[in-house]
């Protein structure tokens, strides 16, 4: 890093360059109560903050330098006004002068002068500002009354260029990486730990990201993005730090388009879950497998008689007169939590196809009894003898992981309505279709634990729905 470089007795951090060099011009010392008191000129610099394109660091009043003699920490300078000064506490003229700038992190304990011999900084979190992790000793051995000191501080970390496919505004990590360092006065110096964690990434943009990383060999490991992991290998780390932006570690992170054939021309997109009605409006569930299970107004519900969703409907209508029931509209020009507008009810026709073209399988989510359906083209495998809920059977964690972040759908068995009663909750799923029978019917598809088929049944029953655009 080279901006604002004429920093403690020559204190070079360049993270692009193996060889950082630069010196200040003077230091002075005074003896003030047994300490020395030195004055850094820093040559301007304003924020320290990491600049990714260039490896350039600036500084902020506030920051610090931790300086160690004779094994132990001495003394810290900070910043102040533009200029890094403090009284430090050198014991022993048979040593140097070790500097410690630590940017961005914070010392595990705070050092004691004359006592601590070595603390940690953890660096997992860099979503906002890049840390810095950079040493060095002075070019001579403290000597009392020697006024100038230089000195050339090195990185002891290197900074890396994460690039994705596809840009995203969640949060990145990189995992399975060395988190902390040791600063070490007894032995000087600043190495990893052994312990190893995530790294949460710095955004310069959707697609451009950052981080610091300590030294390590080459290691295979993943980034996470939303949930979903991606593999990657990151190249062997050196001290004394390298600007890894010619050899950027390229994440694939390009979106699968996860589709359902309705016919031989025409795909589709589930909604996230079966749709839900209260008095503030409607939504989809927060997870495929959630089912109400009950008919309370006052409340959420999720079983509705035949055409009363939509734009302008009346969902809570529990009337056994047939005429009540009409289909106008659907949900094409309606926004639902906050998911793009084009909702719609699959016909009997296409929900006919999905079951005779995709692969489905009866299935237990977190408990909750359904069918799971695999889209178009899926490398995923479900059981399909479709002789009980225990054919496929996931928890909430390995579903989310592995099914549903790679397009699988869940229909809950979520049971019917009659009127205000609720029944074969668990046991049977029925799911409307927009297809007319005739004056008094609508299809629908039902299934329970060993068939699934598309049928026709009276209007007035409140089943579930399942939106697709």
């Given amino acids: 890093m080279k901006k604002s470089i004429t920093l403690i007795v020559a204190l070079a951090m360049i993270l692009g360059m193996s060889q950082c060099k630069k010196k200040i011009e003077t230091v002075t ?126 990185n002891k970390c290197a900074l890396v260029n994460i690039t994705l496919t596809e840009g995203t505004t969640n949060a990145v990590t990189i995992n399975n990486m060395l988190t902390v360092a040791t600063i070490d006065f007894a032995t000087p110096g600043i190495t990893p730990a052994a312990t190893t964690g995530n790294i949460t990434l710095y955004s310069v943009s959707t697609t451009s990201k950052w981080a610091i990383l300590l030294p390590t060999a080459a290691t295979n490991t993943n980034v996470t993005i939303g949930g979903n992991d991606y593999d990657v290998t990151v190249p062997a780390i050196t001290a004394n730090g390298y600007l890894h932006d010619e050899t950027a570690i390229v994440v694939d992170n390009t979106a699968v388009d996860y589709v359902f054939s309705v016919s031989s021309t025409q795909t589709v997109h589930f909604s996230p879950g079966n749709l839900q009605y209260a008095n503030q409006g409607w939504r989809f569930a927060e997870h495929q497998y959630d089912a109400i299970g009950s008919w309370n107004t006052s409340n959420w519900v999720d079983l509705f008689g035949w055409g009363t969703w939509g734009e302008d409907k009346n969902p809570l209508n529990t009337s056994q007169i047939v005429t009540n029931y009409l289909w106008s509209s659907d949900f094409e020009g309606t926004i639902i939590n906050n998911s793009e507008t084009g909702w719609f009810t699959l016909s009997d026709e296409q929900w006919q196809y999905i079951l005779g073209h995709s692969t489905y399988g009866m299935a237990t989510v977190n408990g909750v009894h359904g069918i799971v359906i695999l889209p178009d083209g899926s490398s995923l495998t479900v059981d399909t003898t479709h002789d009980g809920w225990g054919d496929n059977t996931y928890t ?8 549903e972040s790679q397009g699988a759908v869940f229909l809950p068995a979520a049971g019917s ?17 927009s297809t007319p029978r005739d004056a ?30």
């Avoid at 009043?61 to 006004?81: A, E």
């Avoid at 050092?111 to 601590?116: K, Y």
């Avoid at 309505?417 to 279709?433: A, E, I, M, P």
Wanted: negative net charge; proline residues 3%; hydrophobic residues 30%.
């Fill in 417 to 433: 309505r009659r009127g205000s009663s609720v029944s074969s909750v668990g046991s049977n799923g029925y799911y409307w279709s």
């Fill in 29 to 154: 010392a005074n003896e003030m109560d047994g300490g020395v008191f030195i004055t850094l000129d820093l040559n301007g610099g304003e924020k320290h903050i990491v600049n990714p394109a260039t490896g350039t660091v600036d500084y902020t009043d506030g920051d610090v330098i931790y300086v160690g003699n004779d094994g132990k920490y001495c003394g810290t300078l900070t910043r102040t006004d533009g200029q890094f000064s403090g009284t430090i506490y050198p014991t022993s003229t048979d040593d140097y002068l070790h500097f410690y700038f630590v940017g961005g992190s914070t010392p595990s304990a705070t050092p004691e002068a004359g006592t601590t011999e070595s603390f940690t900084v953890n660096i997992s979190d860099q979503s906002s500002n890049l840390p810095v992790l950079s040493y060095a000793k002075s070019t001579i051995l403290y000597t009392e009354g020697v006024t100038a000191y230089e000195s050339f501080l090195l």
């Fill in 396 to 403: 909430a964690e390995v579903w989310a992981a592995d099914m």
């Fill in 440 to 469: 008094n019917n609508a299809g629908y598809v039902g299934f329970n634990e060993g068939v699934a088929g598309v049928y026709g049944t009276n209007r007035c029953n409140g089943y579930s729905v399942r939106l697709v655009r």
